[in-house]
């Protein structure tokens, strides 16, 4: 009987090892997954090493939006050896972003960025390039095509973005980042 017993307790416990196993999955496949920032890129917003949540479940409900912070898959022309780039979302599919002397802008409307850290963004000197775009590459001018992002860090002078891999394309984004959770102190939402 004393056998039966805890033959019994330890198949519960494997059970609930394995439920939780499967629990944790599938919330990392469908739900939530925790990213680490490797870089300045998105300095002051976040710094390398802080810890994010993305919300892998947002998009399939709702609209990705200027202003959002997104995960996405390393760019074919990103070249380097993250995986996961964390960029804010700048233009949208179907808009006209143009870089010009350090300032974007949207449908020729120069578009407000609190989030940008320190100086002035200084002019990339290669064109955008990619697929995403609908015009010819030209330095400082790209009409996003449907499915794509134009993204930027937003510490722009220490940031490989849209401006020399072009725009992403939709299915490489992993989900939007909402929450910093490391380091505790400076847990809150983004």
């Not at 033959?7 to 944790?24: H, I, K």
């Not at 709702?62 to 898959?73: L, Q, T």
């Not at 963004?121 to 990619?130: F, H, L, M, Q, S």
Request: glycine share 10%.
């Amino acid at each position: 009987r004393g056998l039966q017993s805890t033959l019994r307790t330890l198949v519960e416990w494997v059970a609930v090892a394995v439920g939780a196993l499967a629990v944790a999955l599938l919330i990392k496949g469908f739900l939530l997954q925790a990213f680490y920032i490797p870089s300045e890129s998105m300095l002051t917003t976040l710094h390398v090493d802080d810890r994010v949540l993305v919300n892998k479940l947002n998009y399939r409900f709702g609209d990705i939006e200027r202003g959002d912070v997104i995960v996405f898959e390393r760019p074919p022309g990103a070249g380097g050896q993250i995986d996961d780039f964390i960029k804010r979302v700048i233009a949208l599919p179907g808009e006209t972003v143009t870089l010009v002397n350090g300032q974007v802008f949207i449908d020729d409307v120069l578009l407000d960025e609190p989030y940008v850290e320190g100086a002035p963004t200084e002019p990339i000197v290669a064109a955008i390039t990619g697929l995403g775009c609908t015009n010819t590459p030209e330095p400082d001018r790209c009409t996003v095509a449907e499915g794509w992002y134009f993204v930027m860090g937003d510490n722009r002078n220490s940031s490989i973005d849209s401006r020399s891999f072009g725009p992403i394309d939709e299915d490489t984004i992993a989900g939007r980042a909402f929450l910093k959770v490391w380091p505790l102190s400076d847990l809150g939402f983004l």
